[in-house]
């Protein structure tokens, strides 16, 4: 027999918001068979590979955007790579009509929906005496609010006589409190509690409701705002436990633990994907303002 790896190599990646260029099966390629996706801020980065995943195991997508040509290029891709039905619609989660709309079309293109993966969201770095009134609503309107209103919409269109899965996006900056990052801590940790509610309220129902919360993913929207470069100057990645970022597969693949059926008996539970970063990295004020300021530098 041979010896196993000294370590554990990361899934393929890429970190244009583009398909897998190969990909080896780590669980049954009909896991998801049969079953319905709705991904809010499914046309890139996490989201978008989460839909590529969930195809790949026979999964039907419906991916939505304030942006229609994104998720439309994005459908495109999906489809092309995966043989599977990937429909692409506008909606914008802080409204709950155009919401409304989309799981209409979706229920009336598929005739049902499985899983709910809340992915959008916004961010930034700000001191949180530079932080507008409006911008830290913004955020809590499209990550918290967001997250409420495409629940709440599918457990009334679908998920109460049905059941149903549903996956929030986290992220773990309000374990220890993240300088610059009042406003997007503050929303993901009332995710986080809204999450545990609805998981007792709503497992009767037969729907499990879980979180999903990444650490420093390459290859995403967050990570080019958040400082990945100037974080990979100042050798932030040597302060992780695993010594590196993760990628957008690696999610990806926590994703699909939870939302398939190897997860059936895991509801009301944040699963941390981090590389174990929270409990080590960095979280000095003057070193990320550094990287706030070298981000303000840039986009000038």
Known sequence: MSALPTAVQPPEDVESDDCLLSYNYLYSPT???GRVAFITGGGSGIGFRIAEIFMRHGCDTVIVSRNLQRVTQAAEKLRAATGR?????????????????AVEESLKTFS????????A?????????????????????????GTFNASKILFERYFRD?????????ATLS????????????????????????AVEWG???????????????GTEG????????????????????????NKTEMAHGALFLASPLGSYVTGTTLVMDGGSWMTSPNHFATTLDLWSSEMKKSK
């Not at 009767?204 to 919360?213: D, G, H, I, M, Q």
Request: hydrophobic letters at 45%.
């Open 31 to 33: 896991l998801l068979q």
């Open 85 to 101: 039905h990937c429909l692409a619609l506008n909606a914008d989660v802080r409204q709950p009509q155009t919401l409304i709309d």
């Open 112 to 119: 049902r929906i499985d899983i709910l993966v809340n992915n």
């Open 121 to 145: 969201a916004g961010n930034f770095l700000c001191p949180a005496s530079n932080l507008s009134f409006n911008a830290f609503k913004s955020v809590l309107d499209i990550d918290t609010m």
């Open 162 to 170: 049905h059941g149903g899965v549903i996956l929030n996006i986290t």
């Open 175 to 198: 374990y220890k409190g993240s300088v610059l990052q009042v406003h997007a801590g503050s929303a993901k940790a009332a995710i986080d509690a809204m999450t545990k509610h609805l």
């Open 204 to 218: 009767p129902s037969k729907v499990r409701v879980n979180s999903l919360a990444p650490g420093p993913i390459v």
């Open 223 to 246: 990570m080019r705002r958040l400082g990945g470069a100037a974080a990979e100057a100042m050798g932030f990645w040597n302060t992780i436990p695993l010594q590196r970022p993760g």
